[in-house]
């Protein structure tokens, strides 16, 4: 039978397709896969998903108390009100009670005693959510109040911990403070911070057959999630799948903590036979789960007459919470990042991992490296004031630099560093020596208001401080008619990773990645996931699913090349056509005959970090494959009689090698600079005497807003800067660094502060640096140097002895 012909408009048709570029692939800011869903309300969460027959809902009741034993628990008045199926206490959990994800401390519901206020005491399952909610306030719960540490400076004081204490230590600071020709001493208190995801907390859960249990959840970790559940039900992990479409934020706040109302919903389905969903309230949400760790941070630095770092004291402690959770690892993560851009040859960092009744805290953007930058830059700034120098300068003597000066306090090579780079390039393109002038003569001539530059750098680390959870796994399906099917280990929390990771298998492919559809994460077709932080779900997971494509593309290459007798390098792929010598196949055709001769067009993929590894006991190694690195520099303008300012103007450089989707980003570096003004300025958690989270919603709890945005805002991606390192694409991580960028914003707001003082001293600004605090702060240093109502910061100067 003759080959039928094309048709005048087929052939169009593949000559347009010939014709078009490839933009959906590595390097075009493609539109986020569900942008559109998301305006219009399409998208899909946990909360939305269609009620299953015969669902309950849950309520939890939370512990009015911050430390207490429980001397009565009596749910027999749950069961008066109609519609509810199930109360679960501790004693109702057919496993284990813990879920601590690496140390042990964190029980589902409380065992006869509490720890903070918030803490889960019981779960009520019934036909709706009121009912849930009135049957559970009916509970009788009565206890015995026990003392409880809420201050972190007692908890320092006695010793009370969660972790033994970190420490790190390079060369001999002591002798090098000694002998320094200035040297300074303070303290600053660094605030936390609420996750605000725009998703609360929420799960459901429906049993199976054989005793399964199937779990949608809105975590950044669902292999976490399946262990957990699977440990307090007392079955294998076989036995449960956990399933992720997207959540509606995370920020760390969803890496542990979305396992308990995981676990809560598990078990009634368990005990139930029936589907069973949780979704938090937002004022229990922020009661029930922890936030970004509050940090009180002692230092004393030896410098010269230039600014140079002789010697240094760090003294990290941070907030905890009642249980271990990450803590540990944060607090690794901080002395890490106690250098943030600048080289210690003589340095000494202690960390304490403080126990207090409150909320155990997690990891949040950063995971301890903002705390510790923060401390390391108000150093720099302080440095600068009492020198009379421009911070700016202060901070490039003390940059990391060539041989001698590119070691860290860990001893890891600072390698490909664009310090140098990026901060010239800012000074340029900010005009920041111009705007110095300019702010130097306006506030000479405004009483009232004073204007403030800086320009911080930020060098972040990029991999799992835990070398292990440095692995990522991916799956693809090719179909008989060319889509593809994909699925990752990692989870969308509206940053873009889908899209990413669409990219790169469409640029490997070379189709339009329109052909590919993504699927939920599930613990049933990529295992052992690690979860979507530390920046690194692009690097893992995008590795990953290109090692699947290249798996595949390799089978089709070698069908080709012995199917049409030519060599492999004549098989081409581009622009949705394989060239396979003087043939040319639309990609689905060739799939299709790949098929019909029985190639596999199905394959997983595997990636792990190469390079990583350190030694804890020695406090040495490579924690991190990379540095990624950025500069901010930011202008403020300060109202003196109130307090009030605003940002008028921010410009970001920021590195992110080539980048794999510029518009995604520049979003990114955007977004989490935001994020971090709202940290540093506006977003001030208050716990009362009691232990009770005073701010506990959006109406006592100030996050950014666009009145907080710079006036001006210009956002930068260094140019022509590819990872030297083999990442996906030559990419760099994107996610934290950009966060750590808005230190410029306070070190701004301090400079400004200068401006009110006579002699221009350095305010102590603890963070965040509300309206309240700026104005503490002026009033501090308008007062007389000799006065005994000076802030936390005390300046002690040495001076050098000359020889007789």
Request: aromatic share 8%.
């Amino acid at each position: 039978m003759s080959k039928p012909k094309k048709t005048a408009l087929e052939h169009a048709d593949i000559i347009a397709d010939v014709n078009q570029d490839l933009r959906t692939g590595v390097g075009h800011s493609v539109q986020h896969d569900s942008a559109g869903k998301h305006v219009t309300g399409e998208a899909v969460y946990v909360d939305d998903r269609l009620e299953f027959p015969n669902q309950l809902h849950l309520y939890a009741r939370l512990s009015p108390q911050a430390h207490a034993n429980i001397t009565r628990l009596d749910i027999s008045p749950c069961y008066d009100y109609d519609g509810v199926a199930l109360v679960i206490t501790s004693k109702d959990i057919p496993g284990e009670i813990d879920i601590g994800t690496i140390f042990p401390g964190d029980p589902l519901l409380a065992d006869g005693k509490v720890e903070y206020v918030g803490q889960p005491i019981l779960v009520v399952a019934a036909s709706d959510p009121d009912t849930a909610y009135q049957a559970a306030q009916a509970a009788i719960i009565e206890y015995e109040p026990l003392p409880a540490i809420l201050d972190m400076k007692e908890a320092l004081t006695k010793k009370h911990f969660v972790n033994d204490r970190h420490w790190q230590k390079r060369g001999d600071p002591h002798t090098a403070l000694s002998t320094a020709a200035h040297v300074l001493s303070g303290e600053i208190h660094i605030g936390g911070q609420e996750h605000f995801y725009l998703e609360t907390q929420a799960s459901s859960a429906i049993p199976t057959e054989d005793g399964g249990m199937v779990v949608y959840a809105s975590t950044q970790n669902p292999t976490d999630v399946q262990r957990l559940v699977a440990k307090v039900l007392g079955t294998p992990m076989r036995n449960v799948t956990v399933d992720t479409r997207r959540i509606g934020g995370g920020f760390g706040g969803k890496e542990t903590q979305a396992a308990g109302p995981a676990c809560m919903a598990a078990v009634v389905a368990n005990l139930t036979g029936r589907p069973a969903k949780i979704r938090l309230y937002r004022d229990e949400d922020m009661l029930m789960t922890g936030k970004r760790h509050p940090f009180y941070n002692r230092y004393r630095v030896g410098f010269d007459d230039n600014g140079a770092i002789q010697g240094i004291e760090i003294t990290l402690a941070s907030n905890c919470g009642y249980s271990p959770d990450l803590s540990a690892a944060i607090i690794d993560r901080a002395m890490f990042h106690c250098d943030n851009a600048y080289y210690l040859s003589n340095v000494s960092i202690t960390a304490y991992c403080c126990k207090t009744n409150i909320a155990s805290n997690t990891a949040c953007r950063g995971f301890g490296g903002p705390q510790a930058m923060v401390t390391i830059e108000h150093i720099m700034d302080e440095i600068a004031c009492y020198l009379k120098k421009d911070p700016l300068e202060v901070r490039k003597t003390n940059y990391y630099g060539g041989e001698g000066r590119n070691i860290t306090h860990y001893y890891q090579t600072v390698e490909h560093n664009l310090l140098h780079n990026i901060t010239e390039q800012l000074e340029t393109s900010s005009d920041y020596h111009a705007r110095r002038l300019a702010i130097n003569a306006f506030n000479q001539h405004s009483p009232i208001l004073k204007k403030g530059l800086a320009l911080t750098p930020v060098k972040f680390g990029i991999s799992f401080t835990a070398s292990f959870l440095n692995q990522a796994g991916a799956l693809i399906h090719i179909y008989t008619d060319g889509s593809i099917h994909l699925n990752h280990g990692g989870t969308e929390m509206g940053q873009g990773l889908n899209t990413k990771i669409a990219q790169i298998v469409a640029e490997e492919f070379q189709v339009d990645i329109n052909q590919i559809q993504i699927t939920a994460t599930t613990t049933d077709k990529v295992p052992n996931t690690s979860a979507t932080a530390a920046s690194s779900g692009a690097d893992l997971n995008g590795k990953a699913a290109q090692n699947a494509a290249k798996t595949i593309k390799h089978r089709l290459i070698t069908f080709a090349s012995s199917h049409f007798k030519i060599s492999e390098d004549q098989v081409v792929f581009t622009q949705g056509f394989v060239h396979i010598g003087n043939n040319k196949l639309p990609f689905a055709k060739l799939v299709q005959l790949a098929y019909f001769n029985q190639v596999s067009l199905s394959s997983t993929g595997y990636y792990r970090t190469p390079k990583v590894h350190y030694d804890e006991k020695q406090a040495r190694g490579r924690p991190f494959y990379y540095y990624v690195f950025g500069a901010a520099c930011s202008e403020v303008i300060v109202d003196i009689l109130t307090g009030e300012y605003k940002i008028l103007r921010t410009d970001i450089c920021h590195d992110v090698g080539s980048s794999l989707n510029p518009a995604i980003d520049k979003g990114q570096i955007e977004g989490g600079f935001i994020q971090g003004v709202g940290w540093l300025t506006t977003e001030e958690l208050v716990w009362d005497k009691h232990g009770r989270l005073a701010t506990s919603s959006p109406t006592s709890y100030k996050i950014p807003t666009i009145a907080d945005v710079p006036i001006d805002f210009r956002t930068q991606l260094l140019e022509h800067n590819a990872n030297p390192e083999q990442t996906i694409f030559h990419s760099k991580a994107v996610g934290e660094p950009p966060f750590m960028l808005a230190i410029s914003v306070l070190s701004a707001l301090k400079n400004a502060i200068t401006y009110t003082s006579e002699n221009g001293r350095m305010p102590s600004l603890d963070t965040p640096a509300t309206p309240e605090r700026v104005l503490w702060a002026i009033k501090s240093v308008q007062q007389p140097d000799d006065s005994t109502t000076k802030q936390s910061a005390r300046i002690k100067t040495k001076i050098k002895r000359t020889p007789n």
